[in-house]
């Protein structure tokens, strides 16, 4: 399963755009990049997916390079709500020997 | 909406006691986990399991084990609390295939145990 790496944290002040950019080298031709948020106390829970170019909701936008090998999280207008930890997953199936296993997340601190 | 319900939101142990976390879906989900997070360590799998009866170690899976005997229901166990096992424990389940076409990992709301 391809192992991310993201910063550790940023800050951010209300109403600008966040950009968290997760690195996933050996990124397998048929995974997934997932993105999940987490409030403290909470369980993580489904932001974005997607498997290349551009994917946007109505909470986020991830662009997604050709190569795949990195993935951006995008948030718009961020407010103090979204002070969370955000965490990217590559991976598309969980059959045996295939576990989710996340990384360390990023902290985003939204300052007023 | 998709719900999975960890038994118990705190519990506070005692070292020696045998600790059982249940978690329960509602999705039918192939797939059981259960993560433990811990401050500046963010999310460590535990065990997986991805059928009935069958399970795989995660990451840190020594001073734990596992239950699957029906489909939606995974229990995590620890035979003998210790105090290094004070963490808060996600349980977890998705389906095998997690292309998109809805198809995540949906998280309990988290059970912290503490361990006295």
């Known amino acids: 399963l391809a192992k991310t790496t993201q910063p550790i944290s940023m800050d951010s002040y209300e109403g600008q755009e966040v950009n968290i950019t997760c690195s996933h080298n050996?990124?397998?031709?048929?995974?997934?990049i997932t993105w999940y948020q987490q409030f403290p106390s909470q369980g993580p829970r489904f932001i974005i997916q997607?498997?290349?170019t551009k994917v946007t909701n109505e909470v986020a936008s991830l662009f997604i390079p050709a190569d795949r090998k990195s993935s951006t999280l995008s948030l718009p207008r961020v407010s103090l709500s979204d002070t969370a930890v955000y965490y990217c997953?590559?991976?598309?199936?969980?059959?045996?020997?295939?576990?989710?296993?996340f990384g360390g997340g990023t902290r985003l601190m939204v300052k007023p | 909406d998709v719900k999975v319900t960890q038994s118990s939101r705190y519990l506070v142990k005692r070292t020696g006691e045998k600790v059982f976390l249940e978690c329960v879906q509602d999705?039918?989900?192939?797939?059981m986990f259960w993560y433990r997070q811990d401050p500046g360590l963010g999310l460590r799998l535990i065990y997986f399991s991805y059928d009935v009866k069958m399970k795989e170690k995660g990451d840190i899976p020594e001073g734990y084990s596992v239950s699957r005997e029906k489909k939606e229901r995974f229990s995590l166990i620890l035979e003998s609390a210790s105090t290094n096992q004070t963490s808060m424990y996600l349980c977890a389940s998705s389906f095998q295939d997690l292309r998109p076409s809805g198809n995540t990992i949906y998280f309990g709301e988290g059970s912290w145990l503490t361990v006295v």
């Open positions: 999705m039918d989900h192939e797939n």
């Open positions: 997953l590559v991976g598309v199936d969980n059959n045996a020997g295939n576990m989710l296993t």
């Open positions: 050996n990124i397998a031709t048929n995974d997934y």
């Open positions: 997607g498997y290349k």
